[in-house]
């Protein structure tokens, strides 16, 4: 079952903060953020593992609640580089051998 | 450098010829994947590789085919089974299963 993310799209002016959940019906074992823009492939920006962890990657952080299976990534102080579309992928418990099942994604767009 | 290639960037075939896509990767990484990312959607799993000379399908595995003959590569066949072909196909591969995963830059298959 795929994770749904929320919201589908964003708009922001540079510098305004966004947040970008994914929820999961199924019990995680982790998840994945990728962002990718068009026509390229995507690029990975943190990994978390179940235990409520949060991560930074300069400006972009992000969380996981394991009570409510959801992890939310948090762009601060956005820049124009941060526009493209946001991708959570999904292991789910017990890790598994097999691959990511992706949400549909989150387009953002900065504007100057 | 490290990276994982993917070739050809655009491909063009007509209906019912089978084509195969390249992956390779110089990572030594032992697990391999192929996605498939139709227009506005997240990226869906075809087939994946933990180890050399073992793969499992993955969600959408109908009408395509799979080798991993060598650590470096994994081919996708798309054969003519394959109902709606045209897509953005992408290769990735990570260190082991739980690990993250890092995608080549894709094919762009049309079928005419």
């Known amino acids: 079952q795929q994770p749904v993310q929320s919201p589908q799209a964003v708009i922001l002016r540079e510098g305004e903060d966004a947040v970008i959940n994914c929820s999961s019906s199924k019990a995680l074992y982790s998840v994945h953020w990728y962002r990718q823009k068009h026509g390229e492939a995507p690029v990975f920006l943190m990994i978390l593992l179940k235990g409520g962890e949060q991560k930074g990657h300069e400006k972009i952080s992000a969380s996981f609640n394991e009570k409510k299976q959801q992890s939310s990534l948090y762009l601060t102080a956005s820049q124009l580089s941060y526009s493209g579309t946001y991708f959570c992928g999904s292991k789910y418990s017990g890790g598994g051998a097999d691959g990511l099942t992706f949400g549909k994604g989150t387009h953002l767009i900065i504007q100057p | 450098d490290g990276g994982i290639t993917q070739s050809p960037k655009y491909l063009f075939r007509k209906e019912g010829q089978n084509v195969t896509l390249s992956c390779e990767q110089n990572l030594n990484h032992d697990a391999m994947y192929w996605y498939r990312q139709d227009p506005g959607q997240g990226l869906r799993l075809i087939y994946y590789?933990?180890?050399?000379?073992?793969?499992q399908k993955g969600d959408i595995a109908e009408g395509y085919s799979v080798s991993r003959e060598k650590k470096e590569s994994f081919p996708l066949t798309v054969t003519s089974a394959q109902k709606n072909p045209t897509a953005f196909y992408l290769c990735a591969s990570s260190i082991s299963p739980r690990d993250t995963q890092y995608f080549g830059p894709g094919t762009r298959l049309t079928v005419l």
């Open positions: 590789s933990q180890i050399v000379n073992d793969f």
